[in-house]
């Protein structure tokens, strides 16, 4: 099956900082979702995108699906922003199973 | 709209015992899914259906069943829990097309005793 590879697997941040997440992934996919799991526990959909850009406030993400990767981005973290943050896509014939990567850990700190 | 619900939160079990849990979601959509998480494992599929009547296994299912007898319900069911049942549990829905992305419940947390 589809190999979901996210990095790096735990960051630390300042309030205010920059942040880029990384996930590739090993073979075409129909679609790719954004994740924040936060510190309670809860799975919030950041972004669905398969191919492009996509903005929402401090966030941002870009999917090159031709070189199998998306990132990530945060901007101008702030402690709320901590939590897991996982890449999830499915692949093949048919739209009904996700597969995740592992996850990158986001601490940010006041 | 309150999109999926899952209950219950929490769940302590002891080995042996059965329950279900309960997934229900509003939003129409046809696939919906039950996933595990644990520490390191990440999210596994456990099973899944794209629509009433119509289930299948997932990467880890044994030791539950599901039925699917109405578009909004997807119950999870654990026949004779066992502690490596311990786990986090999720269910999601998405439309058909997988447009939109899945949406995923809160999530319960069950402990196998």
């Known amino acids: 099956g589809i190999q979901v590879e996210q990095s790096p697997p735990d960051l630390i941040l300042q309030e205010g900082a920059n942040s880029t997440l990384r996930c590739n992934f090993s073979?075409?996919?129909?679609?790719l979702q954004w994740f924040h799991q936060n510190p309670w526990g809860q799975l919030i959909n950041l972004f669905y995108i398969p191919s492009g850009t996509k903005q929402n406030g401090r966030l941002s993400a870009t999917t090159v699906a031709t070189e199998r990767y998306s990132l990530l981005y945060i901007s101008s973290s702030q402690t709320t922003d901590s939590g897991v943050y996982f890449c999830a896509v499915i692949s093949g014939g048919s739209n009904y199973k996700l597969t995740f990567g592992k996850g990158t850990l986001l601490t940010v700190n006041p | 709209n309150a999109g999926v619900t899952q209950t219950p939160k929490f769940q302590v079990l002891k080995t042996g015992q059965s329950m279900t849990l309960q997934c229900a979601q509003d939003m129409n959509h046809e696939y919906m899914s039950w996933y595990r998480q644990d520490p390191g494992m990440g999210l596994r599929l456990i099973h899944y259906?794209?629509?009433?009547?119509?289930?299948d296994q997932g990467e880890v299912p044994n030791g539950y069943n599901v039925s699917r007898s109405t578009t909004e319900d997807f119950p999870l069911r654990l026949l004779s829990a066992a502690p490596s049942q311990t786990s986090v549990y999720f269910c999601?829905?998405?439309?058909?097309?997988?447009?939109?992305?899945?949406?995923f419940g809160s999530g319960t947390r069950l402990t196998v005793v």
């Open positions: 999601a829905s998405s439309h058909p097309s997988g447009h939109y992305g899945y949406t």
């Open positions: 073979d075409s996919v129909n679609n």
């Open positions: 259906s794209v629509g009433a009547g119509i289930t």
